[in-house]
């Protein structure tokens, strides 16, 4: 093996790359594709490698492929088809190198293998096929059933770039975003092309997001692939082939991230530390939200808030939809419907109402508009290939647009929002962003893109074009708000949008099905390092009946994001829309929401801190057991509460598979015991939701909105169990940044039980103090009668038992041992 140090040297062998013609193949949905024969290109056989640090490169004389240890789990593969990579930049990965151990590079009979403490990838010298490799159990997790090949783009230059694995008999898939249909992505064909979906159907593709990463599932381990190209790309999961799984794009570079498990959790942890995770929300973000298309005037806007406060229904936000706007024109008002915006956002303010306003990315084209003059004037709006302007229409009429992947462009963006943060708006609501154009759909191919610096056309950032204005307007928030906690949502997005703004599933349809596809696709986003995700509640076009929407509420409560929101042309759609007995339960899941909020806020400092999805399909905490991946109408929030949404009219019931350990009924505090089904009642009223023996779950009191009242005492629900279970309990101040300075209060419960009594451990990190000092621990399904507790050994006699052996006390320890005796 010959091995050189110069970095990019040139190689001089001779070209032996073997050339094939293949018939075309018509791929499902792919309108550039045409039916002439396609010229696949591969490589030779290896000829030369040369090593440069964690990178390895391995020639074939004119091409080369890049294998770069990027830490002890994650190798990433690229190809050159002649030698010259692309620039190393990408939207989603903001830093490619972690921390690496050791790596070694090792010349065998047939491969060369590049491997970690924990993986290898071989390269095979005669075709370049690749594999990858878990040492410890010897098992190929991946691995080419063709070598990656490539095809010459005469019209853009470049090349379509293909990869081909093979899928294993009883593999299965998860993940790729923004995705409808079942959990499960096996024998499906995708595509990604940000779309404006209006409306969609269960199993239509593409939508509204861009994630090109998925899990693969099989032998008990998983793996993922994060095939990090921003064109128009495609996943087949042996559909084509049932033996193969390929992912190909139009453009770019074939370049892909294998991130390795072997547990589900850890590749979607590793797939965070490349693309990172969601920074802490305002707390009040974690309420609930209203919002309609649209709501105006202000006398309408004032009439919802206190119809929410008169019926004390919880809510935090309230949404201007487009129509706030003078003639659809960003960043203005319409003085008619809202002659003094200020004075009402403060009023609404005063009422704990926090007003989130739209924002588009289409600019009218009118001189006497500021946005559109500076815009013009900065030459900030994007341009055709041969120097027009980009237009079309959107809801203003005609329009330009600002090109967002312009660092410049982001920048004037994100200041536009001053007037608005100054009035007092607490949140961004970025809409049409995919981009979304009337007629044409979106923009031409031939429109020119910034790209930072690495110039492209729309081919290459359309998928991330929403993307950068959500993080326009993220970065221009926090720094408008003096670095107080923005709240923005976006529409279209890509990989590592999730470091900008959450996410709504866009324009869903008020049907039972939608009900369904919407909660699959919140734990699809989880999977894909999207988490802080919602859908419409009640569905934004048709008309939902009465207990359509309260089932709606009823998951939305389990919804990272909740949001009620639905089209101008619908019958109202409050929680109170419906009569008795709807909005009574609709007020106590909304209440649930609130009491709950402690353990939400802990569980998105899980995700944002330790990588941890919010929500997590059963395949997630069952992937031993695949055959649970089909029960994908269940979800846990956090590893703590297990939800099981009511998706069918008039069920009063529903078949519950309780997985691993035991859990306890939520409501009635049966005890019931996991890998089995249970029948579970599910009257209009109640929602099957169970707590894992062991967990804490805190509560604060109902508010009507988070900050309402000061908390003078926190409520601790402790089930019991008789294995040893940890939770805790985050908390700061709420709205600023300082948790990045380690001012925050992790609260750590350890409760382990027997027959004998029950041992609760408490300790506390951080160096934040919550303002109150009372906690009120309430212990759940205590299976004997108690005879003493001690708190640090003290013992204390001022607690109560209930008729359903609940047992009640309180103490204002923060660091303490409780016990109690039977
Ligand atoms: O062309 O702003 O998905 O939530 O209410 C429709 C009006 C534009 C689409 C969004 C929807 C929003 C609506 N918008």
Redesign the pocket.
Known sequence: MEEQNEPGKEITNSITTSQEVEEAVQHLNNPVTDLKPIVKQYLGSVQKVITEGNRFFFADGSARVEVRVVSDEIIRVRLAPHGVFLDDFSYAVPVVDQKVTTFKLEELDEYYAVSTNTITCKIRKSDFAISFTENQSQMVMSEDASPMHWEENVEFGGYYVYATKKCQAEENFFGLGDKSGNMNLRGRHFQNWNTDAYSFGWDQDPLYRTIPFYVGVHDKAAYGIFFDNTFRSYFDFGKEDNSKTSFWADGGELQYYYIHGPHLMDVVKRYQTLTGTHPMPPKWALGYHQCR?SYYPEKKVKEIAEGFRSRNIPCDAIYL??DYMDGYRCFTWNKTHFPDPKRMIKELANDGFKTVV?IDPGIKVDDNYWVFKEGKENNYFCRRSDDYFMEGHV?PGRCQFPDFTNPNVREWWGNLYKELVDMGVAGVWN??NEP?VFGSGTFPNDVRHNYDGYRGSHRKAHNVYGMQMVRSTYDGLKKLMRNKRPFTIT?AGYSGMQRYGCV?T??NVASWEHLKIGNIQCQRMSVSGVPFCGT?IGG?SGEPDAELFTRWIQLGTFSPFMRA?S?GDTSEREPWSFGEPYTSINRTYIELRYRLLPYLYSVFWEHHRYGFPILRPLVMLEQENISNSFRQDEFTFGDKILVCPVLEQGATSRKVYLPKGMWVNFWTHEVLTGESEHNIEAPLDHMPLFVRAGSVIPEYPVMQYVGEKDIDEVLLNVYFSDYEVNSFLFEDHGDTFAYEQDIYSEKKFSVKGSQFGLTIEQSRDGLYTPNYELYNYNIVGLPFNVNKITVDDKEITDYVLDDRNCLRFKSNKNFIIIKIYS
């Open positions: 298309w939809d487009i739209m809801w809409d049409m979304a529409r709504w866009g324009d419409d934004f929101h089209a």
